[in-house]
């Protein structure tokens, strides 16, 4: 059960509650009750009806659940042999970002991945996720690295977006991450992107140009927060605006798959990956298996060829429409 419930989950924690107090009921006599499964079966139907028909704002919300895994916690779920790579040979360590060599089945790969951090402590360390211009210059030194020696890279996205600051800004923010855009575009290696909770604007991008690039079913993948977008459009972020900017969004999975902005939507266990992180590893690794064995059959040559007309493609642009000398003497 779990610890953190979101707005639209009231009833099920009541049913998780009840379940939870029944079972220990259950454990006292020895065994199993009909009742017990009787809530288990309601319990079910009730988180599937919900998470069946989630809108956008609450998709986000479940992307920032505090108990959703992480980076770090898919690197000891689903990785081996993990050996963590620091600093950018600049500035110094940005621990939003992790990176490092590790070995997922027979595969040796880089992984670079976006980290939260879960306690207030690592939250602080790690920015809540928001990378500076180190971050992303010792991301793309890493993917460098694993060019060179032919293995392929694996990038999780999670972050609200790239730090803000003066500080960031002035030391490059904005060049650091079109550089990235412009590097990984002609990588010559193969690249795995995966949204894995929050894709926030710039900073989700600077790591995510691939081959394949997916995401898991409730996270979120856009140009700009819904309270951003709120607070542009409507000049106040509350409830009503920051549902709104969320549908105008089209953040979604969903949204973004039939967009052809991502390739696959990776499904997420009953009730989203913070009720069982485990079963969330192990679903997303036989996907990265796959993505893996796919691509390495694959002639380098033909795999740029393929991811520089995969992004060329997105978007659609209406050219010789406006007469604009025509329009200029209304």
């Not at 009909?34 to 986000?60: F, H, M, P, S």
């Not at 970002?97 to 790690?126: P, S, W, Y």
């Not at 800004?169 to 010559?188: D, F, K, S, V, W």
């Not at 973004?256 to 069982?276: K, S």
């Amino acid at each position: 059960m779990s610890k953190h419930s979101l707005p639209f989950e009231k009833e099920i924690q009541e049913l998780e509650t009840l379940l939870a107090r029944l079972e220990a009921l259950a454990a006292e006599q020895g065994g199993t009750t009909e009742e017990v499964r009787r809530i288990r079966r309601e319990l079910n139907n009730l988180t599937r009806k919900i998470y069946t028909d989630l809108g956008a704002w609450e998709t986000v919300l479940v992307s920032r659940h505090p108990e959703r895994p992480q980076t770090a916690d898919y690197i000891d779920m689903i990785f081996d042999e993990f050996v963590e790579l620091h600093g950018d040979r600049a500035i110094g360590d940005d621990r939003a970002i992790r990176a490092g060599f590790a070995r997922i089945g027979d595969h040796r790969v880089m992984l670079i991945g976006h980290q939260k951090g879960h306690t207030l402590k690592e939250r602080n360390e790690c920015l809540f996720g928001c990378a500076h211009p180190e971050g992303y210059r010792k991301a793309l030194n890493k993917m460098k690295l694993a060019a060179k020696f032919k293995l392929p890279v694996i990038c999780l996205i999670d972050t609200p977006g790239a730090y803000p600051g003066i500080g960031a800004e002035e030391r490059g923010q904005a060049q650091l991450i079109a550089t990235n855009l412009l590097e990984m575009a002609r990588l010559e290696t193969p690249i795995v992107c995966i949204v894995i909770g929050e894709g926030g604007s710039g900073g989700a991008l600077g790591i995510g140009i691939g081959d394949r690039v997916s995401m898991l079913e409730f996270a979120y993948y856009s140009v700009i927060s819904p309270e951003g977008c709120a607070g542009i459009l409507w000049k106040e972020a509350n409830d009503e605006t920051k549902r709104l900017a969320a549908n105008a969004l089209k953040l979604t999975s969903r949204d973004l798959f039939r967009l052809r902005v991502i390739d696959e939507i990776i499904p997420e266990p009953l009730g989203a990956a913070h009720r069982d992180p485990r079963q969330m590893g192990n679903i997303l690794k036989t996907y990265l298996l796959r993505y893996l064995r796919e691509l390495k059959q694959s002639p380098i040559e033909e795999l740029l060829e393929s991811r520089y007309q995969k992004f060329r493609k997105m978007g659609v642009f209406d050219e010789g429409g406006l007469d604009v000398a025509a329009a200029g003497n209304q």
